[in-house]
């Protein structure tokens, strides 16, 4: 038996694992209402495609020809019907199996169905040009909509293939193809010019310039060193490199992102949702309705003509198939994902894409997410009284065991870490900074909070210091502070810019001090911002947004965002520079961590919405129009066609649309 999806209340699908997910969406797309489409036709040429409707159209025409135009004497009887039966059976066929397939299913209201009956019912009143003629247009249509899934799919299929199934290792200075996934960590990969990576590793050459637009979508060429983090999927571009594997085949960054690729079809829009009920209540409304208007006049009308009203009734079947709406709706959301994911940003389902379009705050973390996150230390200011290069050691030691970028500016400032240094009962306290013993003795390195929590006295103010500073004590005694700086991201400022353009008012938080946090604001135009913040003041800044009943979408990168990530409404991870766990917990992942893609999502999200209900209104407006018309015996079978397929067609174009916009 066909597998179908199956989803919870939000439209999450709960039924598979992630590889039956990937299995059942590439072989086989499914609304989840009973209208399914086997897209394996989409291996073939567009040629072979159109074949079927071709010869069809062919037949139809030279029929037409001699009904109404040439008029041969021989044109007449069985050898007309059989004319017309041949040219039904290369487009009809597979319909009336499909229906069959889908009553045996136990989905007996399928538009297979309503298809196949309103056209074997016009063969039974002798229709038949209008018969072979709807089933003939109904197949263009279901050809064009394969044809547009398979647009709406190149996106992501071309995602889906940026892994390589193999690498190449050294063994022994042996080069040896492997399977990807047989990779360990540790191992040596040989990475050739022109070749993509398969796992997350440390690149040991000096240098390597790597093409990264399977990450983030930006073609432009990024130059690592040596001992730096290079991704799988990133492609090298000059001579041969070595990078050693640190991450787990199914732990890179790539299967994540694919997982999340993946995952973001299976949970659905509140559009989507309603869409798929109302569907299933539409249609068998639709066929009692049908058997209504050819029973019940015979009731009624005095001069009854059962053809006459049976006509009407097929014609109002027709009409009455909900294709353009169970077809272009997802296709549209759809659309938006792989429009996304082209400009390098991850929607984890399109139910995002809904809550981005009616965004109306954007709260964001300063560090890594408006800023470079690249800090360099700009002086040490220590008392007298103690060594400065012992302590700078001891603190060097003691920020290794941090993944936070203040620890990498320390490292790159003081350089090797003194393997002699014993550090005990090292603990990390959220918001505040390091703690640990060295010889019996208290190491605390952190923010001026952590000094006041350990009733740590200094004589400075910390406030009147613009810049970041990290404070140090040793043994019960202040030994003083090093002063870090950060620099703003280059479009930081056309971020913050569109955001206002497009009336989204913007809110700076972070654990950094106010007067940093302050100035960076003041420099972009952020009007709220405040420092200083511990995760859980963050988690309640914006539970105060959400209490306005306003929608919030917060950005950040780091570990302690990822509780206020998962609060708002929207959570939108920086995916390059970010910690796993935000990414994770984020519901839209901006790959390359430029903050101007937040109102390119933004805009994605409401060009998405727009295109979905311009299709609703045009699907229901048709309809509902020739469906009064076709019940009143004032439309024929060529106006259900174009009320059907017609607008089904329409809205199909207008749905990859969005896949040609510019953001």
């Known amino acids: 038996m066909e597998h179908k999806h199956i989803y919870d209340k939000d439209g999450k699908q709960i039924c598979c694992s992630l590889e039956d997910k990937i299995n059942n969406d590439s072989e086989h797309h499914s609304d989840g209402d009973g209208h399914d489409h086997d897209h394996s036709n989409q291996e073939k040429s567009t040629f072979q495609m159109f074949l079927p409707a071709i010869m069809s159209l062919v037949l139809l025409m030279f029929a037409i020809g001699l009904d109404n135009y040439f008029t041969p004497s021989w044109f007449t009887g ?24 889908s009553i045996k299913k136990g989905d007996i209201f399928s538009e297979f169905l309503l298809m196949s009956i309103a056209t074997i019912g016009a063969f039974a009143i002798a229709e038949f040009p209008e018969g072979v003629a709807v089933m003939l247009f109904y197949a263009i249509g279901e050809i064009f909509q394969a044809l547009a899934v398979k647009r709406a ?24 193809t492997i399977k990807a996934s047989n990779a360990k960590i540790g191992d040596i990969i040989q990475l050739k010019a022109g070749e993509k990576l398969g796992l997350d590793g440390e690149l040991l050459s000096d240098t390597a310039s790597f093409n990264t637009a399977a990450l983030t979508g930006e073609s432009k060429p990024d130059t690592k060193a040596k001992g730096e983090t290079v991704l799988a999927g990133m492609i090298n571009l000059n001579s041969v490199c070595q990078v050693k ?40 409304i639709v066929v009692a309705l049908a058997i209504a208007i050819c029973v019940v006049p015979m009731l009624f009308v005095e001069n009854y003509q059962f053809r006459d009203w049976l006509y009407r009734a097929l014609v109002f079947l027709v009409i009455s198939c909900p294709c353009a709406l169970v077809i272009s709706i997802p296709l549209g959301y759809f659309g938006g994902i792989g429009a ?37 230390v700009q002086e040490v200011i220590f008392n007298s009284d ?41 603990e990390e306290i959220s918001g505040h900074g390091l703690k640990a013993y060295v010889n019996s003795k208290e190491l605390l390195v952190g923010n001026f909070k952590l000094m006041d929590k350990f009733s740590i006295s200094y004589d400075i103010d910390p406030s009147s210091i613009v810049y ?14 090093l002063t870090i700086a950060d620099s703003i991201k280059e479009d930081a400022q056309i971020t913050i810019d569109k955001l206002k353009a497009l009336g989204v008012k913007t809110t700076m938080l972070s654990g950094d001090k106010t007067t940093v946090v302050q100035f960076v604001a003041q420099k972009l135009g952020i009007t709220n911002a405040f420092g200083d913040l511990l995760p859980e003041d963050k988690v309640n800044k914006v539970k105060e947004i959400i209490a306005k009943k306003e929608t919030v979408a917060f950005v950040g990168d780091g570990v302690n965002d990822a509780p206020v990530v998962a609060l708002s409404n929207v959570g939108i991870a920086m995916g390059g520079l970010g910690s796993d766990a935000t990414i994770e917990t984020a519901d839209v992942v901006i790959q390359d961590d430029k903050p101007s893609k937040i109102p390119m999502a933004i805009n994605i999200g409401k060009q998405t919405k727009k295109i979905v209900w311009q299709n609703i209104i045009l699907a229901f407006g048709v309809k509902a129009i020739v469906l009064i018309l076709g019940a009143g015996g004032l439309a024929t079978m060529w106006e259900a066609v174009f009320a059907d397929v017609g607008v089904a067609l329409l809205a199909i174009l207008n749905a990859v649309r969005i896949q040609r916009m510019k953001f």
Do not use: C
């Not at 007309?80 to 069959?100: C, E, H």
């Not at 071309?158 to 193999?166: G, M, N, V």
């Open 78 to 101: 069985y050898i007309r019907i059989g004319w017309y039966i041949l040219a039904y059976i290369p487009v009809g066929f597979p319909v009336i199996k499909d229906a069959f397939e």
């Open 386 to 426: 103690f060594n400065k290069d012992e302590i700078l050691q001891l603190v060097n030691a003691l920020e290794s065991q941090s993944t936070h970028p203040v620890a990498t500016a320390i490292h790159q400032f003081v350089g090797n870490i003194d393997s002699t240094i014993t550090l005990k009962d090292v």
């Open 468 to 481: 970041t500073l990290i404070a140090v004590a040793y043994d019960k005694k202040f030994v003083g502070y």
């Open 153 to 176: 799919k190149a996106n992501i299929k071309t995602l889906l293939d940026q892994r390589p199934d193999e690498v190449t290792i050294l063994e022994n200075n042996v080069a040896k």
């Open 245 to 284: 594997v640190t991450v787990a085949y199914t732990d890179s960054k790539l299967s994540k992102i694919l997982e999340m690729v993946q995952d973001a079809t299976a949970k659905k829009a509140p559009t989507e949702l309603f869409i798929r009920k109302f569907a299933k209540i539409y249609t068998p």
């Open 340 to 376: 996304a994911s082209k400009n390098g940003i991850l929607f984890k389902g399109s139910n995002f894409l809904d809550v981005m379009a009616s965004v109306q705050n954007v709260v964001m973390d300063k560090t890594g997410t408006m800023t470079e996150g690249v800090f360099k």
